[in-house]
Nanobody, 125 residues
Framework: QVQLVESGGGLVQSGGSLRLSCVAS????????MGWFRQAPGKEREFVAG????????TYADSVKGRFTISRDNAKNTVYLQMNSLKSEDTAVYYC??????????????????WGQGTQVTVSS
């Protein structure tokens, strides 16, 4: 089992920034690709960003490219999502997720084995 706990969400004005953190515990973190997803009310969960097990590869949804940055610190078992130039349409619950060990990045939520409880991000216009 891998337990994931997100933090850093909150209320921010349009154009502002937030940094989300996700701390992992339990089984090995450093051999897992990680992803951030979000779900807005009435919408399906969507991929936001992903990072390979060693941080060497990252990928982003087109809607956040150039504004969001995913990173990880394997020594701290933590993955981050730096969100800049936030827009009202970024309002959602944000979830981090862990892939099975040694699996590559994927956009598909079905490919992630473990999920955090989510953290709310609200962007006011």
């Amino acid at each position: 089992q891998v337990q994931l706990v997100e933090s850093g969400g909150g209320l921010v004005q349009s154009g502002g920034s937030l940094r989300l953190s996700c701390v992992a515990s339990g089984r090995t973190f450093s051999n897992r690709a990680m992803g951030w997803f979000r779900q807005a009310p009435g919408k399906e969960r969507e991929f936001v960003a992903g990072i390979s097990y060693n941080g060497g590869s990252t990928t982003y949804a087109d809607s956040v490219k150039g504004r969001f940055t995913i990173s990880r610190d394997n020594a701290k078992n933590t993955v981050y999502l730096q969100m800049n130039s936030l827009k009202s349409e970024d309002t959602a619950v944000y979830y981090c997720a862990a892939r099975p060990p040694l699996n590559s990045l994927t956009y598909s939520a079905a490919g992630y084995a473990y999920w955090g409880q989510g953290t709310q991000v609200t962007v006011s216009s």
